[in-house]
């Protein structure tokens, strides 16, 4: 059984780019949930996918996006890059409905730099 | 609005001692518990999950602690290790499935 992959590792982009950051899910999970965590601080929720439907989104502003692919894989585009948006970016996969009381379990992050 | 608070923000201990590490959270109404290990630069551990029916949970050398009703969880890590120098993340679970975490504890064991 593998774990929660993410790519790429480390990412470096520039004031008002674009980003597309990949996630592949835990075999077997069908729920994706998107995090944010900038340094020194805990993750903040983005936003959810359950079979490919996005369900539930925190606070964050309409440039960030998701999708999630029918191999319940992800991605998270961010656009109009902002110099706030440096941060580790989680992924996180679990089995069963979102509201199942199941760990999440968490890829290694992505380290996005924008200057 | 749920608000997570880890209590204190460091912790430096010698080896061999207990390590306690406590959160709360404002609305008792949550589904779990989930306590991680981050480790420098890398994504998060889990350690123990507690369901909101539950008192506490075990795994070896940890224990965790839920009251509801007070909204606190608490860490314990019985005869620390230099290994177990880490950030510790509590996380509630809300009725979306969202996580809402602490800013975490940093935690240095020195040998």
């Known amino acids: 059984e593998t774990g929660v992959t993410q790519s790429p590792t480390h990412l470096i982009k520039t004031r008002g780019q674009q980003v597309t950051l990949r996630c592949s899910s835990q075999s077997g999970h069908n729920t994706v949930s998107w995090y944010q965590q900038a340094l020194g601080q805990g993750p903040q929720f983005i936003f959810q996918?359950?079979?490919?439907?996005?369900?539930g989104r925190g606070n964050f502003p309409p440039r960030f996006s998701g999708l999630q692919f029918p191999n319940y894989s992800s991605e998270l585009n961010v656009n109009a890059l902002e110099l706030d948006d440096s941060a580790l970016y989680l992924c996180?996969?679990?089995?069963?409905?979102?509201?199942?009381?199941?760990?999440?379990?968490f890829g290694p992050g992505t380290r996005l730099l924008v200057l | 609005k749920q608000e997570v608070t880890q209590i204190p923000a460091a912790l430096s201990v010698p080896e061999g001692e207990n390590l306690v590490l406590n959160c709360s959270f404002t609305d008792s109404a949550i589904y779990n518990l989930q306590w991680f290990r981050q480790d420098p630069g890398k994504g998060l551990t889990s350690l123990l999950l507690?369901?909101?029916?539950?008192r506490e949970q075990t795994s070896g050398r940890l224990n965790a602690s839920l009251d509801k009703s007070s909204g606190r969880s608490t860490l314990y890590i019985a005869a620390s290790q230099p290994g177990d120098s880490a950030t510790y993340l509590c996380a509630v679970k809300d009725s979306w499935g969202k996580l809402q975490f602490g800013a975490g504890t940093q935690v240095v064991v020195t040998p």
């Open positions: 996180a996969s679990s089995s069963d409905s979102p509201n199942a009381q199941e760990t999440q379990y």
């Open positions: 507690i369901q909101s029916s539950q």
């Open positions: 996918y359950y079979r490919e439907e996005e369900n």
